[in-house]
């Protein structure tokens, strides 16, 4: 059965199509990371201090990845939904169902397919990194494999809502039209990130795919993360079985929806509490200091940290996306407290006398300060718990610069415009072809 859907997915020319416009909007971001991290790395291979901070992961990986997000978005559901739709559209569904006789076996042969389909889009990062290694680019290859990691289990999600879409909806258009929904509605969702009007959305991010991307696009692997977006995929593939038994009448199969979606919602929810992350940098630089991250899990207690600052306020951003997320791998269970956010005035906040304060509690103690420093904070939190900071040093991140220009530059750009996008479709004339 998993042969017979392969061949309607892979002998579909849009599946090749599909692969080859990806590849080429991940190109176009790749070129353009080469062409600024090649910019910026000028001036920076005569200084020590300014080559620190040129990380492949984050100046070539994440933006390459950037583009594999969005095709894997707005393509993706294009062939995900082509396995379950094409059959409703020629009036085979029924009697495939009959055939098969089990309809988690078919639901699971249909988006078996459909994830081979879209794990296509693959393809252009991998050759595209690979060739970035080949012109002297640096590359740690597990921080690159989790951040490809976080992507293969985006795919298997766009396939699961797609196929849940495919099997509640009459024809193809409908079934596309009805994943991309869900998917702006993610975007949404991603909008309120920032914005101190859009606070009331901000228990909503909890289910946003970029919020458990982002942890593991920096090379740390969070078992939340995981957890969330493997829930998400397995309660859309659930959602699918519903929707393909034909034996069942509308109030049962209504029933079972409703089951599948407060399952899938309480369970999404547990997941997403799961702190536990492993930094794999290279030379652990997403984490605090080896002797600082020591101390900080035997200190006892749950360590808090209030954190009195808009949404809107770049200080905030800056703070979680540094100094709280590397005391979270340090203590997975550290709490943060945002009591700004319940508000209901955004401006309100920034007037009152304490605001941009933080304020930590450890060990039973409990001091205050106005800067987002890492160090400072770190430091506060062994003093509220009696104890003298540890020994601050950390092995120092080389950085790794490059300048890629003249016939290296232009392998590069025909690689990423011409040469994958070429290979898929020729590979799918291949395939296709009668």
């Known amino acids: 059965m998993l042969a017979r859907e392969l061949a309607i997915v892979l002998r579909a020319r849009v599946t090749w199509l599909q692969a080859a416009l990806a590849a080429f909007l991940v190109g176009h971001g790749f070129v353009l990371a080469v062409d600024l991290y090649s910019a910026g790395s000028r001036s920076a291979l005569t200084q020590r201090l300014m080559a620190r901070e ?4 984050l100046g070539i990986v994440r933006p390459t990845l950037g583009g594999l997000y969005l095709a894997i978005s707005l393509l ?27 309809p988690a076996r078919l639901v699971a042969a249909k988006a078996a397919a459909a994830l081979v389909g879209v794990a296509l889009q693959l393809v252009a990062p991998v050759a595209l990194l690979v060739a970035w290694c080949a012109v002297g680019g640096h590359m740690s290859g597990w921080e690159a494999a989790v951040a490809f990691f976080a992507y293969a289990l985006y795919v298997v999600v766009v396939v699961g809502v797609t196929t849940a879409a495919a099997a509640w909806t009459d024809t193809l258009a409908q079934a596309v039209t009805l994943a991309l929904v869900v998917i702006i509605v993610s975007w949404a969702i991603d909008a309120s990130e920032g914005f101190a009007a859009l606070a009331w959305l901000g228990r909503a991010l909890d289910w946003s795919v970029t919020t458990h991307l982002g942890p593991m696009e920096r090379g740390t692997l969070w078992f939340g993360g995981i957890l969330w977006m493997g829930v998400v995929a397995f309660g859309a593939l659930a959602l699918a079985w519903v929707g393909v038994r034909i034996d069942l009448g509308r109030p049962r199969r209504l029933a079972a929806v409703v089951a599948l979606l407060v399952a899938t919602a309480g369970a999404g929810t547990l997941a997403h509490q799961v702190r536990r992350t492993f930094d794999l940098t290279e030379d652990r630089r997403a984490s605090l200091p080896p002797a600082a991250e020591r ?79 890492r160090r400072e904070i770190v430091t506060l939190l062994f003093e509220a718990a009696g104890q003298s900071l540890p020994e601050w040093s950390q092995p120092e991140y080389p950085g790794y610069p490059l300048v890629v220009t003249g016939s290296q530059r232009t392998a590069l750009v025909v690689l990423a415009y011409v040469g994958l996008p070429l290979v898929l479709l020729a590979a799918g004339w291949l395939v296709t072809r009668s």
């Open 54 to 57: 040129f990380d492949p992961l």
């Open 76 to 102: 993706g559901p294009l062939v995900a939904a082509r396995p379950l739709a094409v059959e409703k559209e020629r009036r085979t569904f029924g009697a495939l169902v009959l055939q098969v006789g089990a």
């Open 295 to 373: 101390g900080l899990r035997e200190l006892p207690g749950h360590p808090t940290v209030e954190v009195y600052l808009d949404r809107d306020d770049a200080r905030r951003r800056q703070l979680e996306t540094d100094t709280l997320a590397k005391l979270r791998i340090a203590r997975p269970d550290l709490e943060v407290e945002t009591p700004t956010d319940a508000r209901s005035d955004p401006g309100v906040a920034e007037r009152d006398e304490g605001y941009g304060r933080i304020v930590v509690h450890a060990g039973g103690g409990t001091r205050e300060t106005y800067s987002t420093s």
